[in-house]
Each structure stands twice: as structure tokens, then as C-alpha cells.
């Protein structure tokens, strides 16, 4: 082999430690996997339906890099009815292949190499990461937290800002926290970033998981259509599509137009069938939602009380997404911990510690088994956290 390197900057961007749980989870057998964020329900008949008959007629073929227009079209309806709020489908908005590539693209249209994006956190570590794959700096600012509910540092956020800071991101309903930020909390980080002149990034892929009404507020319905805001979206929580790879971003016009020639260079577009099953989706998918969010904070609500008579255990009442998030007392390796969890009992949680600072002392809990799963799967973990 020649001694030839590899980019020098890959080694910026920090392997998985959810997958390398993971990793180790799958060559076990009888193990709870609660690692990954993922509910157990199908995708529902009807949308696999839609895209089989999206083959038959025709939708095989390239389309729009911003995607079918239909679909855009879609979308901004469901802003409409869900929000009150007007998107322009033709100009401010682009369809794209999940959610992760819509971070990712929304990154890439703000960030030089030598950049800075602060970063809430803890936070589902992809968005840290890509900023570093783009050669940007991220400063990840913990939230502060008590028993009740956590709360945006802003003392720190303006501590972190340099003249090279570009961007903030943050996550409502948060994946792990289940914390949700409310109209005041995104109004002041709002006009924070118009203060400081930086862009805006709200990922709300979790927005049907809310568990104080149908949606979680929107940054979108607050903020101008001329304002640095973008907000990313995904069909794989609210639709079961977590395979599908499909999903969506909202922004000014003039960023839109450039994610949109970037989608060229990164996918050209996603799959044109599966974008017209999104359309079904969107139109037939409200009565799923319901029943999908009732059934979800069930399990939520019966993890949360499993732990929370636990006085090692740190856990305020989650607010939406389907997670928890506790902190444990006395656990300084949450890899460690975790990993000790799974040997010894299989069960298998993600470490604190993959989801960025403030996050080492405590695990995720994903809850979007069936109680079939969690009720033994939370036992033993009750049990292990007993024996200290």
C-alpha cells in the first residue's frame, strides 16, 4: 500500500459512540436496543402504497433539485394548517434526502473553513460534526438544568461569540433532552442572532412530538421571511420513514436558491418516487400522528416514572421528542456505565457522552418501543442503578 494520507481533517470529525454501542449490541443476543433514535411502528401501508404506484407511473426519472413541487407545495400547506405560517414553495423551500443531509446543506450554504457555530447541547451529535466536516469550529454551550426543566445558558452563548461565529443551532423538541423551546425562549435567541448578525438553525424534526398540544411552536412563526433563519425537517419520526430518507428545509430565498445547486453535487435530488410518497404522507398522515403521539407518551411517561423515584437520578419531565435523558449521580464515564449496562444486563442505552458537552454523566433512553420491550428493559435498568 503507498503511504499516501487521507484529508488531514477527517480526524475532526469523532466516530459514533451510539454506534459503537450498537456495534457491540448486535453481536449479543436478547438485548433490549434502546439505543437508537427509532420507534418500532411500520411505515404505514398506505405511503408504501404510494410509492409503488409512484414507479408504475412514471416517477422513476430525475427531478427538480429542490425537489417535485408538489410535494414543496405540500409542505407549505402543512405550515399553513399547522402554523399559520406562509412559506413560498417555489423559492423557500427544498426537499432533500432526510433530515441529515438537510443539516447538513444548511451547514455547508454558512460556514467557511475557520468559522465558528455555537451549538446548544447536549445535542444529537451530527450537526457538531458536520460543521467540523466543513472545516468550522463548533463551541457546544450546555444548557443549564434542574429537576423541573432545562434552560438556554444565554450568559454563555454571548461569553462564546468571536468575530469568526457564523451560526447557532439548537434542537426543539430536543433529541436527547425532550426539552422544547417555548415562543419566548426562541424569540430571545431570535433576537440574539439579529444582535450578533449570525444565521439561525432550528432543527424541529421532532415537532409532532409535543405533549402540550398538535405541534411544537415554530421558529417560522416568529421570524421574517427576509430573516437568517433556516429550519430543517424530516419525514422518518412523525411518518415512520426512517428508511425512506426524506426530509426538508425552509430558509430565505437566497439561501434556498444556493442549497438547491448544491443538492446537485451532493445527491442531485432525492428519489422521486419516495418523494411523491411523502405527498401522501403529508395528506393522509394526521390520524396516524395522533394515535402515533398518544401511544408514544405513554411509553415516555412510564420510563419517566421508573426513574424518577430514583434519587441518583437527575430527570426533568421531558416537554416533547420521544427520550430521556438522565443523569445519573456518580457516573463520570458514561461509556463505561453504559457498556457495563449492556454486559451485564442487555440492555442497551446510548452514553450522555456521544451527544456532546453536558452530556458525559448521563444516558439516552429511547422510549419508542413497545411497553413490551420497555417494561423489562426498565426493570433491569431500575435494578442496576439500585445496586450502585
Not at 108 to 116: K, L, M, N, Q, T
Not at 284 to 306: H, L, P, T, Y
Request: glycine fraction near 6%; charged fraction near 20%; proline fraction near 6%.
Amino acid at each position: 500500500m503507498t503511504n499516501i494520507p487521507l484529508a488531514r481533517n477527517l480526524s475532526t470529525v469523532a466516530p459514533s459512540r451510539i454506534r459503537e454501542i450498537a456495534d457491540i449490541a448486535f453481536t449479543m443476543d436478547g438485548v433490549f436496543k434502546l439505543h437508537f433514535g427509532e420507534s418500532d411502528m411500520p411505515t404505514p401501508a398506505y405511503i408504501k402504497e404510494a410509492a409503488f404506484q409512484a414507479m408504475n407511473e412514471g416517477y422513476t426519472f430525475y427531478s427538480e433539485n429542490a425537489g417535485l413541487l408538489s410535494l414543496r407545495k405540500a409542505i407549505a400547506r402543512k405550515y399553513s394548517d399547522l402554523h399559520d405560517v406562509k412559506v413560498d414553495p417555489e423559492t423557500e423551500i427544498v426537499i432533500t434526502a432526510s433530515g441529515v443531509q438537510a443539516l447538513n446543506v444548511s451547514i455547508r450554504c454558512v460556514i467557511d473553513p475557520g468559522d465558528e457555530a455555537i451549538i446548544l447541547s447536549p445535542n444529537w451529535p451530527n450537526a457538531t460534526s458536520i460543521v467540523s466536516l466543513y472545516g468550522g469550529r463548533p463551541i457546544e454551550i450546555p444548557y443549564t438544568s434542574n429537576r423541573s426543566r432545562f434552560e438556554i445558558d444565554f450568559d454563555a452563548i454571548a461569553s462564546a461569540v468571536t468575530p469568526k461565529t457564523r451560526l447557532l443551532v439548537y434542537t426543539s423538541p430536543s433529541n436527547p433532552l425532550g426539552w422544547v423551546a417555548n415562543p419566548s425562549e426562541q424569540q430571545s435567541l431570535l433576537d440574539f442572532c439579529r444582535k450578533h448578525r449570525l444565521w439561525l438553525l432550528a432543527d424541529e424534526v421532532y415537532e409532532r412530538f409535543y405533549y402540550a398540544g398538535p405541534v411544537a411552536p415554530s421558529i417560522l412563526k416568529i421570524c421574517s421571511r427576509d430573516d437568517a433563519v433556516i429550519v430543517v425537517h424530516s419525514f422518518s419520526k412523525s411518518y415512520c420513514m426512517t428508511g425512506w430518507r426524506l426530509g426538508w428545509m425552509v430558509a430565505r430565498s437566497d439561501l434556498i436558491h444556493k442549497a438547491s445547486q448544491l443538492n446537485e453535487f451532493i445527491v442531485s435530488h432525492a428519489p422521486s418516487m419516495i418523494q411523491r410518497a411523502g405527498e401522501i404522507a403529508l395528506e393522509k398522515g394526521e390520524k396516524d400522528i395522533e394515535s402515533m403521539k398518544d401511544s408514544i407518551q405513554e411509553r415516555v411517561n412510564f420510563c419517566f416514572k421508573a426513574l424518577s423515584s430514583i434519587e441518583s437520578v437527575s430527570l426533568p419531565q421531558p416537554e416533547g421528542a420521544f427520550y430521556l435523558f438522565p443523569r445519573i449521580e456518580g457516573v463520570t464515564d458514561s461509556f463505561s456505565f453504559a457498556l457495563s449496562l449492556l454486559k451485564e444486563t442487555k440492555v442497551s442505552l446510548a452514553p450522555g457522552v456521544a451527544f456532546g458537552n453536558g452530556g458525559e454523566g448521563a444516558v439516552r433512553i429511547c422510549c419508542a418501543a413497545d411497553l413490551s420491550v420497555l417494561e423489562p428493559a426498565m426493570e433491569r435498568f431500575v435494578k442496576f442503578l439500585k445496586k450502585g
